[in-house]
């Protein structure tokens, strides 16, 4: 039996993973509900995979302490997490608990982990790694956070710019603090 592959992403509804300016890392719009969501989310056994640049902006943001975010209790989960980082260009330690790096191909490596994990698998961001693990079927479940707001002018980080196409079935859907939707998919290649 293989691993379940979840791609974890917030979104704005127009489909930025971020944005600049004066908006917060959940852009202003998090609650109770949403943070104990993602706290029981991240306090199951599994096992965490980011690709370089979402590791190197995680470790950047858990040193510096700065983001308020970075207290919530699910990302504290989250860090403590078993991870494995796919990167070319960093190599052990890293300034995470439990993180192996693993260099090579991302379809590779994950497809592998699928197959010998004895615990769901979950990345949280590390957009383009997931988009190409989405394209070589890799991925079970999308779990989309969708924030109330629209972020044209300011959006950073196009979510699934560049990505293959999808036919996703819904098999899950909540609301959050009454304004936010988590919606999860199974996708299928188109």
Known sequence: ????????????????????????????????????????????????????????????MLASGEEPEVRDPWVTRLWNLPATVISTTLEEPLDWPDATVVSGDAV???????????????SHGSLSMNRALMAAGLVDRVQVTLFPVITGRTGLDPVFRGAADFDLELIEQRTLDGHIQELVYRPTLH
């Open 108 to 122: 590779d490596v994950v497809a592998r982990l699928k197959e010998e994990s004895p615990v769901p698998l979950r």
């Open 1 to 60: 039996m293989t691993a379940t592959y979840t791609f974890d992403v917030f979104s704005s509804l127009d489909g930025y993973g971020a944005a600049a300016a004066d908006w917060s890392g959940y852009w202003g719009k998090q609650g109770p509900e949403l943070l104990d969501h993602r706290c029981a989310l991240y306090g199951a056994d599994q096992r965490m995979v980011l690709g370089a640049a979402t590791y190197r902006a995680f470790a950047r």
